[in-house]
């Protein structure tokens, strides 16, 4: 039966930055369609822990500070020991700095690329290594409506964001031949603990709610079920997509 095809019994998800807004949607949804879960970030969660488990799935809590190349090296070898291995990997990871392009600085650049971009190489090149000797793996890549656009006052997370395009773009180039599926998704605007300046800004919401054809914000749950998708077996013929979930954003 197609929904067969989703189930991802026996599976090891690791997702990062999980704990939080889109990352916790995505573990919940992966250990309700049957994945053992992973989340990285600083500080454990007893919320989500025992969320994950009341699902009858195994969970582990790899504590890592992701502007920390080191630190972000030991990720895989240590779930790997810990759970047997990786299956899927959703770099969810993110983080924003704000300020005027003329006064941006080189440190609020190289932070933000650091965890934004250059972790989801380091891991996805990390859990590449063991998903090829396994001939299976898929990556999926949290990346955003402005890895299509510009913005202003946030010059590296719009530039990460684009890197993260071309990253997924190049691993499904050189991976999909051997069975690992890397893509993205691009989310637009939704209500999360990472824009919470914005919505509470009445104005701003107003404006973006307008601007927005579905005439809403997204709900982490809007993108859990695309998660799912791209994890499960009934995406094994799909290779470097950027899927936009946006409310129709981009046609907008």
């Known amino acids: ?29 992966l250990a309700g369609a049957g994945a053992d879960i992973v989340v990285v970030s600083r500080n454990a969660d007893k ?20 502007t920390e190349r080191n630190q ?23 983080i924003i700095r704000k300020a005027p392009l003329i006064d ?21 090149q990390a859990a590449g290594r063991i998903m090829l000797k396994r001939g299976k793996g898929k990556i999926i890549n949290i990346a955003s409506i402005l890895s299509f656009q510009g913005a ?12 993260l395009v071309g990253l997924t773009k190049a691993f499904a180039n050189e991976w999909a031949k051997r069975s690992i599926n890397v893509n ?26 307008a601007r927005t054809p579905a005439g809403r914000w997204g709900d982490p749950l809007d993108v859990a079920g695309a998660v799912v998708f791209l994890a499960s077996s009934a995406s094994d013929f799909i290779h470097g997509v950027i899927l936009p979930i946006d409310g129709g954003w981009m046609v907008g």
């Open 72 to 94: 972000t090296r030991m990720v895989i070898p240590a779930i790997v020991e810990v759970m047997g291995g990786i299956d899927i990997l959703v770099n969810n990871s993110g």
């Open 1 to 29: 039966m197609i929904l067969e095809q989703f189930h991802l019994n026996e599976k090891i998800a690791l997702v990062t930055g999980g704990t939080k807004g889109l990352g916790r949607a995505v573990a919940i949804a």
């Open 104 to 124: 941006y600085s080189e440190e609020d650049w190289d932070v933000v690329l650091e965890i934004d971009l250059t972790a989801a190489f380091i891991l996805s």
């Open 47 to 66: 919320g989500i822990e025992d969320e994950i488990l009341s699902l009858g799935r195994r969970y582990f809590h790899h504590s890592a500070d992701l």
């Open 152 to 163: 202003s006052n946030i010059v590296s997370y719009v530039v990460a964001k684009h890197g």
């Open 184 to 209: 993205a998704i691009a989310p637009s605007f939704f209500i999360t603990e990472f824009t919470e300046g914005i919505h509470k800004d009445l104005e701003r919401f107003k404006s973006i709610t």
